[in-house]
Each structure stands twice: as structure tokens, then as C-alpha cells.
């Protein structure tokens, strides 16, 4: 299993839209360049995080800013914003193990429990992250880079 880059590909656009907004104006066509792919993409990204109400986007070449304190907005929220699980389960079972089996039969009293742990212990570590410590993490190594460290 791995997670899709839409979650990195929205820790990059909040990097960016905090360390350029006093810079420059932040568009998707600016933050495609910065990460790298298509503008579709990112446009995309950027549906997800306004409809989650993480961003406001001004249409044409408006900009994009945060839409509430980066400390009030954790990992897990954006996590949430851009990678809709289904019913609310990280992990996607097999569907009709077979009843016959005794494996089959008892793999989900077996697992449930563990699979729900980890997904309870993945979201607690991102909500001890916020965006935030985004910001403050950049501005430290693009400081440390510009100061020859």
C-alpha cells in the first residue's frame, strides 16, 4: 500500500503559498513549477483543499491564500482533505472471504482490531503535525541555505 503524492503535492502547495505570499502572487501555474507537474493537477489539489475549507482560491490569476491559522491545521486534515478514505477505513478489505474456510471465516475477527490500531496510531502521530511546522521548517532551511550552511 502507499499513499497516492496528492498529500505531499498539498504540503508543497502550503509551503509554498505561505513563503511566497508576501512575495508574489501564488497561482497553479506557479505551483506546478515548484512541484514540478502539470497545473491540472494541481488545480485539482486545489479543489479538494478549498472545498475542505483549507484554502481560498480567487479564480483567474487571483491567488491562493491559507484560509484559517497554519496552526490550527494539522497533517490529518489535510491528509483528510485530499485522500477521502472509504468509510473511513484506511485499509480496504477483501470483500466475501469465504465463509467455508476457517481462515476465511474468522480473518476479520483476526485483523479488524489490528488494522484499526494502526490507522488510529497513523492519525494521531499527523495530528501532532500542523502546517505550522511547515512554514517554520522552511523558513529554517531556506534560511540556513542562503546563509551558507
Same mark, same amino acid.
Given at each position: 500500500?502507499?499513499?497516492?503524492? @496528492?498529500?505531499?503535492?498539498?504540503?508543497?502547495?502550503?509551503?509554498? &503559498?505561505? #513563503?511566497?505570499?508576501?512575495? @508574489?502572487? &501564488?497561482?497553479?501555474?506557479?505551483?506546478?513549477?515548484?512541484?514540478?507537474?502539470?497545473?491540472?493537477?494541481?488545480?485539482?489539489?486545489?479543489?479538494?483543499?478549498? +472545498?475542505?475549507?483549507?484554502?481560498? &482560491?480567487?479564480?483567474?490569476?487571483?491567488?491562493?491564500?491559507?484560509?484559517?491559522?497554519?496552526?490550527?491545521?494539522?497533517?490529518?486534515?489535510? #491528509?483528510?482533505?485530499?485522500?477521502?478514505?472509504?468509510?473511513?477505513?484506511?485499509?480496504?478489505?477483501?470483500?466475501?472471504?469465504?465463509?467455508?474456510?476457517? &481462515?476465511? +471465516?474468522? %480473518?476479520?475477527?483476526?485483523?479488524?482490531? +489490528?488494522?484499526?490500531?494502526?490507522?488510529?496510531?497513523?492519525?494521531?502521530?499527523?495530528?501532532? #503535525?500542523?502546517?505550522?511546522?511547515?512554514?517554520?521548517? %522552511?523558513?529554517? %532551511?531556506?534560511?540556513?541555505?542562503?546563509?551558507?550552511?
Amino acid at each position: 500500500m502507499q499513499i497516492s503524492s @496528492r498529500f505531499t503535492v498539498a504540503l508543497h502547495i502550503f509551503a509554498c &503559498v505561505e #513563503y511566497f505570499k508576501n512575495q @508574489r502572487k &501564488v497561482t497553479s501555474d506557479f505551483l506546478a513549477s515548484s512541484i514540478n507537474t502539470n497545473p491540472v493537477i494541481i488545480r485539482k489539489i486545489l479543489a479538494l483543499l478549498s +472545498k475542505a475549507g483549507l484554502i481560498r &482560491v480567487a479564480r483567474g490569476t487571483g491567488g491562493i491564500e491559507v484560509a484559517m491559522p497554519l496552526a490550527d491545521i494539522t497533517f490529518l486534515d489535510v #491528509y483528510r482533505a485530499v485522500e477521502p478514505i472509504e468509510n473511513g477505513m484506511l485499509f480496504r478489505f477483501h470483500e466475501n472471504p469465504n465463509p467455508d474456510c476457517p &481462515v476465511g +471465516k474468522n %480473518i476479520h475477527a483476526l485483523l479488524d482490531g +489490528k488494522l484499526q490500531a494502526i490507522q488510529d496510531a497513523m492519525e494521531d502521530r499527523m495530528k501532532g #503535525y500542523t502546517l505550522e511546522d511547515i512554514r517554520t521548517g %522552511i523558513n529554517e %532551511i531556506i534560511g540556513d541555505c542562503e546563509n551558507g550552511k
